[in-house]
């Protein structure tokens, strides 16, 4: 039998193996009882396999197997075939799945990407961003679907924004000028009166009504009426800076505001009248419509502000009244609400046009104060404006130059003295002592930061054929609080031609020492105001011995304006001060009278006493 099957056979009985085809392939454990098996497939612990089957034998009459034989096949070879086929089906199987799995995921990317596109636009949307190229372009219809819906969506909701961007737009304009309406410009008055009390800079509410308007609306008709306000918005409009505000309150009231004026309040007034006389020749200028020519006029009411606790209604009013009272004053009137700023700027006004025909007639002249040593000689002398009247008096510097400022011809008043300076100093040259003195010119910081400064002084100079050496000009402190590239250049241009520059009103507060070493000086002017109380006031004793030893640091050379006694000068002596101008030597005189006091002093020098005591203008 076991032959038969290629295996081996046992008898066994109860105690045990009887006989083997040798070799049993089974290593039998100690009483290990085959026979009570009916048919098993086992493994070694050799690793081999085998089958077995077990016959019990029992004997005839008996109901007990006696002796059991069993049959083994080695199945060792065959069990490693089919371990090697369920290994490579396995392997083939994982292998399938592992494609599988990558198909899938790539076609589920490939599905997907619509969707997260979808997804994306949805995201968009919910930013407010309706804009979308989203194509219904997906293979399966539910996501195209989904894209489908998305783009509607965001059409839709696109339009409805653009709807209701429009009506808030319309909420805070004005339908016919597109300008801000009413709305609007409280707004921007509430942020403005919060912006000027921070920045300490002032800011102007002009209020302009049409004279004539009414008139034009019923001879000609409302749609002319309404030409005319769109073309009056523009115009005003391109009239404005950028920073500042047009705005419609309806019927043929305009508003401007204007903000970022001047810290300083007359600076501040002076250039919101200069603005509405600008918006008032605006509106003059005619207009044609339906061709006929219509030519405006108007009143504008100013307020200023910061002006304590400013509201933008209370504003208004006040600009209301202000052009209230313009209109009772008769056409093309400006008037300030404050009667203060108002009296000013019309005394102002009226300065400004003497001004100007005395700029012309050149009436303004310098005259000289002279700068002196401690003993009296005369080192030098600054040319000081004077505007002499018809009646014999004169109108001062500490009046006309502020208005001059304000107004521009400071550039004017600047460009006088510098050639009434140039011309004294040619005139010099070859005279005995007057040929080494230099003449200090004031010139304002605009005046300093025109790009044209130094072809200005050059062309003076050619003309006069003055030595620039002998040319100073004094800078005044306060052009430190702007000290821009553009005003340092011509400085260091004016240098470099030979001009030496003198800081004037030293001290009185806008330099840091950083600032002093950038421009480049010569000479540092004690102010005044220190000088004046050098006696009784410790901090200025203080402040003027610091610059004298600034000075010295920096090897500038210093001199003392406003001396008005000797105890004032001994003191600028004992801190190294050796320069000086002022009432104790010398009142500013006219040009012919230093001429004369500078020959007395030759004289007086050469008979060996300096007697410059007593004499003044
Ligand atoms: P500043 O440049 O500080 O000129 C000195 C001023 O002090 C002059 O006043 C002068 O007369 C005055 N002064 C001189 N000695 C004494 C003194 O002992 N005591 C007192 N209390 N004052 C004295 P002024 O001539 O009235 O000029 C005033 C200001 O006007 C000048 O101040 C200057 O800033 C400006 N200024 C005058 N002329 C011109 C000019 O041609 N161009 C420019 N841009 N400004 C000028
Ligand atoms: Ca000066
Ligand atoms: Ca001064």
Redesign the pocket.
Known sequence: MAEAIGGRAALLDERGPLALTAPFLMALAPGERLHQQAAASRVDADGRHSQLVYLPLVPFGGEEATATVVLARDLTESVATQNLINATTYVAAFGMLVLIAGGLYRWLGRTLRPMRRAMDTLDRIGHGDFETDLQADSRVAEIARLQEVTRTMAGRLGHIVEIEEENARLAFRDALTDLPNRRLLLEHLEHAIHTVNRTRRHAALLLIDLDNFKTLNDTCGHSAGDRLLQALAQRFTARLRDQDIVARLGGDEFVALLEELSPDRSQAGADAQRIAGELLKAMREPVRIDDIEHVMSGSIGITLFPRGFDTPEELLKQADFAMYQAKQQGRNGVRFYDPAMQRTLLREAELERKLRRALQGEE?V??L?PQVDPEGRILGA?????WPQPDGSWI???EF?PV??HTGQ?LE??R??LQQACHTLRAWQGRPVLDRLPIS????PH?LRQPRLMEEVTAILDETGAAAQRLHI?V?ESVMADASQPLIANLEALRARGVALAL??FGTGYSSLGYLKRLPLDVL?I??SF??DIEHDADDANIVATIAAIAHNMGLSLIA????NEAQRDFLVRHGCHRF????????MPVADFEALVAAGTDAADHGTIDTQGEQE
């Open positions: 303004l310098i005259h104060q600054e040319a000081l404006m004077r001062s510097p500490g130059i001059a400022e400071i008043v600047g006088l003295a010119v004031n010139l304002s005046h004094e005044t004037d009103d002017k102010d005044r000088v004046q304006e406003g001396v008005e101008q002022g009432y104790l030597y010398h009142h500013a």
